[in-house]
């Protein structure tokens, strides 16, 4: 979504969410997770050192998302690819076994949050 963006626009929505919540104020690791919600893969594989606030609040969003299937809805993708690149060192990051995703997921869908 982002390389769309950037090439019609020369620049994207996590970028702009960036900017926007640093003239909002917003605390740090907000910032900085809105303007990484995209490049998470990285993050949560412990490629490097990551704000744990920047990076709950990811795990949380990626969740949530997937859960939501917000890949059906925004991008009308029969996968999510993103979750699926992560999937693994989220549920790791999150102490949770693919069981307990299952779960999350199905008690989120049938009280239709979502």
């Known amino acids: ?7 019609s626009f020369e620049t994207n929505h996590s970028v702009v969410g960036y900017y926007v919540a640093k003239a909002w ?45 917000s890949n059906k809805h925004l991008g009308h993708a029969a996968e999510h690819h993103e979750f699926c690149r992560i999937k693994n060192d989220l549920l790791i990051y999150l102490g949770l076994s693919e069981y307990d995703l299952e779960d999350i997921q199905s008690t989120v869908r049938d009280m239709q949050i979502h």
């Open 1 to 7: 979504m982002t390389d769309i963006e950037n090439a």
């Open 25 to 69: 104020h917003l605390p740090e690791y907000l910032c900085q997770g809105i303007a990484d919600h995209h490049k998470t893969e990285p993050i949560f594989s412990e490629q490097f050192a990551y704000n744990p606030k920047s990076k709950n609040l990811l795990a949380v969003l990626k969740l949530a998302e997937n859960t939501c299937l």
